[in-house]
């Protein structure tokens, strides 16, 4: 089985070609239904990659969320490990190009229950980003790219929109599908989420900015297979991680992670 960082693109259709119907499907897959594939996305401003240091390829999906502070990025807490100093967001990326810039992260936070035992349900968390100068201005991110409201889980039902990042290629995918839940977790079928779709967004829109309601990780770091995609469940957590991101003065140290259980 995969880790959702790690996953391979074997068994998959091409990214050119990712409309087609994958033969087989997932064995975890929400019985009784077609499982759609994503498509390739045009993307968003505020949705991007993550890099470690001195990494060539990007880890992890994030999402800028919106914040009094104006430079906080939401993914999920088993892309990072240690305090997120010298990491790299990357909004908007396209085949290798940073149309908004390469952006310094400075922090990293976690919830409590994540940095102790890595508790599937609190994977989840935030970067601190500095600002840059842009044409002899000093700009926060969100000032850039705009950003997304954090939402509560969505329920049973419920169609939300995946926009994700693969280790495969370097332009976003997205699909749109419906939630199901599994072991308290929130979860969806859509075939092409492999490795570097960790922390991805799933919006919904029903105001004047999107809303992050899940992003993939939580039970097995996101899921063992493509087609199926988890989440923590948003609720409380997710508030309170972003208030600890908004008013902390120092970073947390986010754990290696442990294996996926898959």
């Avoid at 919904?204 to 992050?212: A, C, L, S």
Wanted: hydrophobic content about 35%; charged content about 15%.
């Amino acid at each position: 089985m995969r880790n959702r960082l790690r996953r391979s693109a074997r068994g998959i259709v091409a990214l050119c070609a990712v409309a087609a119907a994958v033969a087989g499907g997932s064995a975890m897959a929400q019985p009784g239904h077609h499982t759609p594939s994503a498509a390739l996305s045009p993307g968003r401003p505020f949705i991007g990659v993550i890099f470690a240091p001195r990494a060539s390829q990007q880890s992890c999906t994030a999402t800028v969320i919106n914040s009094h502070t104006g430079d906080l990025v939401l993914t999920a807490a088993h892309c990072v490990s240690g305090s997120g100093a010298g990491w790299t967001f990357v909004p908007d990326w396209h085949s290798g190009a940073a149309p908004e810039g390469r952006w310094t992260v400075t922090a990293a936070y976690a919830l409590p229950d994540w940095l102790r035992d890595q508790d599937p349900q609190q994977d989840m968390a935030m970067l601190k980003i500095a600002p840059r100068t842009i044409d002899g201005e000093q700009r926060t991110l969100q000032s850039v790219t705009g950003a997304a409201d954090i939402g509560l889980a969505p329920a049973s039902g419920q169609k939300v929109t995946d926009i994700a990042y693969n280790n495969d290629a370097d332009e976003p995918i997205d699909c749109t599908t419906t939630v199901y839940w599994t072991k308290g977790h929130p979860s969806f079928d859509c075939h092409g989420y492999v490795g570097g779709s960790s922390g991805s967004p799933w919006l919904v829109t029903d105001g004047e900015r999107p809303k992050v309601v899940g992003m993939i990780g939580g039970l097995n770091q996101g899921g063992c297979v493509e087609s199926t995609s988890y989440s923590s469940a948003f609720g409380d957590n997710i508030v309170s991680l972003w208030l600890h991101a908004e008013g902390a003065l120092h970073a947390d140290v986010l754990p290696v992670p442990d294996p996926d259980g898959c």
